[in-house]
T-cell receptor
Framework: NAGVTQTPKFRVLKTGQSMTLLCAQD?????MYWYRQDPGMGLRLIHY???????AKGEVPDGYNVSRLKKQNFLLGLESAAPSQTSVYFC????????????FGPGTRLLVL | AQTVTQSQPEMSVQEAETVTLSCTYD???????LFWYKQPPSRQMILVIR??????QNATENRFSVNFQKAAKSFSLKISDSQLGDAAMYFC?????????????FGTGTRLTIIP
């Protein structure tokens, strides 16, 4: 049981390039989330999904897209990376909303030059 | 909107001693959940303890306990018998109990140093 895994662990992009971050969970959780963590700040929610085939915007969704084609996977895409998107990205999952604890992946460090 | 405030950017404690990390929050909701997460240098976010607002009893997990003061909107974390492995960033987080409000709202964190 690996829990929540994220790929890649670290990536460097040039401004304007695109990439996809992959999050996978093997706990059969319905809900999945993408957060970003910037220095001196707590985590902020980018997008989330309440089930396969569904996505919703969080607190800071601009510049990102997501997809949840399979229950166990949640993809975060950057179509045209900007230096402001340099951050550490965390994926999380929970069994259900509100009443359940969110479990986090190890994070992906992204540097946009 | 809910806010979470951690007023101590850094704390230090002698190994084997007790330390308390502070957290206050602001909400107009009556149904919510509070969490403490630990983030060691590996960056993994690890759940330390969780408290349901409707429970009067303070949550405990081994050496970790909370002092939940609902009226004062305070949720502090006490770490007893501090160990070197407790060194990390600690984040307080709030989650609404209302369906449709899915996000965790985090504080800015407290960096805890353990002095051998």
């Amino acid at each position: 049981n690996a829990g929540v895994t994220q790929t890649p662990k670290f990536r460097v992009l040039k401004t304007g390039q695109s990439m996809t971050l992959l999050c996978a969970q093997d706990m059969n959780h319905e809900y999945m989330y993408w957060y970003r963590q910037d220095p001196g700040m707590g985590l902020r929610l980018i997008h989330y999904s309440v089930g396969e085939g569904t996505t919703a915007k969080g607190e800071v969704p601009d510049g990102y897209n997501v997809s949840r084609l399979k229950k166990q996977n949640f993809l975060l895409g950057l179509e045209s990376a900007a230096p402001s998107q340099t951050s550490v990205y965390f994926c999380a999952s929970s069994k259900l909303a509100s009443t359940e604890t969110q479990y986090f992946g190890p994070g992906t460090r992204l540097l946009v030059l | 909107a809910q806010t979470v405030t951690q007023s101590q950017p850094e704390m230090s404690v002698q190994e084997a001693e007790t330390v308390t990390l502070s957290c206050t929050y602001d909400t107009s909701e009556s149904d919510y959940y509070l969490f403490w997460y630990k983030q060691p240098p590996s960056r993994q976010m690890i759940l330390v303890i969780r408290q349901e607002a409707y429970k009067q009893q303070n949550a405990t997990e081994n050496r970790f306990s909370v002092n939940f003061q609902k009226a004062a909107k305070s949720f502090s974390l006490k770490i007893s018998d501090s160990q070197l492995g407790d060194a990390a960033m600690y984040f307080c987080a709030y989650r609404s109990g209302n369906f449709g409000n899915e996000k965790l709202t985090f504080g800015t964190g407290t960096r805890l140093t353990i002095i051998p």
